[in-house]
């Protein structure tokens, strides 16, 4: 069974940093895009960034600048490096996979991670 299992989220003070982790877990014949959104209370779920199989990048407009998505050399591990942290960016972060399984593509979300961004 494919899981997506999201670590590294926690408590920073305004301006510091975190990275996140999101690790694919099970079988799978490929990825199109993993990425990370994030849903804030009584907000909507957003895009905070992605990274397609072939290394491009798309990013959210209040994160421009500040976060950046990166995966390992397998591919099969991305991360979320957060800079200047702000106490708008609190918020439950979700991890995305669009991965290529047995079957054809299918979407998977991780289980989520808190980020609170708090003095």
């Known amino acids: 069974q494919v899981q997506l299992v999201e670590s590294g989220g926690g408590l920073v003070q305004p301006g510091g940093s975190l990275r996140l982790s999101c690790a694919t877990s099970g079988t799978i014949f490929g990825i199109n895009a993993m990425g990370w959104y994030r849903q804030a209370p009584g907000k909507q779920r957003e895009l905070v960034a992605v990274?397609?199989?072939?290394?491009?990048?798309n990013y959210g407009d209040s994160v421009k600048g500040r976060f950046t998505i990166s995966r390992d050399n397998a591919g099969n591990t991305v991360y979320l490096q957060m800079n200047s942290l702000k106490s708008e960016d609190t918020a439950v972060y979700y991890c995305?996979?669009?991965?290529?399984?047995?079957?054809?593509?299918?979407?998977?979300w991780g289980q989520g991670t808190r980020v609170t961004v708090s003095s």
């Open positions: 995305h996979g669009d991965l290529i399984m047995w079957g054809g593509p299918q979407e998977f």
């Open positions: 990274i397609h199989s072939g290394g491009g990048t």
